[in-house]
């Protein structure tokens, strides 16, 4: 008898929460097109933090260029003095990271477009448009 009271308590809270969510929805757009303004906002900051992404990795791999020439000079890589094999180290690091940084753009990207696809959706079932 508890569990079924608090299973009930928890779904009525659920509810609720569902009830809040949908006033706020409703609240915040006056239209499908205000969803699709937003989106577009979204994607576009996603891009351009993306384009900025793109711009760091070509630098960085610019200067693995760079590096890979200068270790050309040194006859034997163990040899190449500590800063130079520091320098090697942190570029291909950075350029780790940024590449991850770049594939987390692309999924934020096709997230932000599934919670506006979601908005919509939900939009249109409680204004009775299909």
Do not use: W
Request: charged share 40%.
């Amino acid at each position: 008898a508890e569990a079924a009271e608090a299973a009930k308590r928890e779904a009525q809270r659920a509810a609720e929460m569902q009830s809040r969510r949908d006033r706020a929805l409703l609240q915040t757009y006056t239209d499908e097109e205000d969803i699709e303004r937003v989106r577009q906002r979204a994607l576009a900051s996603n891009r351009q933090a993306a384009e900025q992404v793109e711009v760091r990795i070509a630098q960085l791999k610019q200067r693995q260029e760079q590096l890979a020439k200068e270790a050309t000079t040194h006859k034997d890589p163990n040899d190449a003095p500590e800063k130079f094999r520091q320098d090697v180290k942190a570029v291909a690091y950075d350029l780790s990271l940024q590449e991850q940084l770049l594939e987390s753009r692309k999924r934020e990207a096709a997230e932000i477009n599934a919670r506006y696809d979601e908005e919509k959706r939900k939009y249109r079932e409680l204004t009775g448009r299909k």
